[in-house]
Nanobody
């Protein structure tokens, strides 16, 4: 049974930092793309970042480039998103997701995932 469990969300002031984690288990692929995407109330989903497990592909949406860092610990099978210089417009529910793949993982993907988690809320106040 596949599980993706996000944690690390919370409330911070603008300029602050948070580190999100996504513990994955049961994914039946040798290599795959993992993603962070977000959705704010009343807004469409927005892709944030993507990484190919095992290395080789990391990409970010323009809105977070230079502020967010995605990483994956193969030994722990855990995905991370380090978020620095947070802005009020980063406020959203953040989700991790996985999709079979072995090449470029687009940070703009917002659908067509094989697996995804329940999300963790990030709130940034001005």
């Amino acid at each position: 049974q596949v599980q993706l469990v996000e944690s690390g969300g919370g409330s911070v002031q603008a300029g602050g930092s948070l580190r999100l984690s996504c513990a994955a288990s049961g994914i039946p692929y040798r290599t795959f793309c993992m993603y962070w995407f977000r959705q704010a109330p009343g807004k469409e989903r927005e892709g944030v970042a993507a990484i190919l497990t095992g290395g080789g592909s990391i990409a970010y949406a323009d809105s977070v480039k230079g502020r967010f860092t995605i990483s994956h610990d193969n030994a722990k099978n855990t995905l991370y998103l380090q978020m620095n210089s947070l802005k009020p417009e980063d406020t959203a529910m953040y989700y991790c997701a996985a999709r079979q793949g072995n090449g470029y993982c687009s940070p703009l993907r917002v659908q067509g995932f094989d697996y995804w988690g329940q999300g963790t809320q990030v709130t940034v106040s001005s």
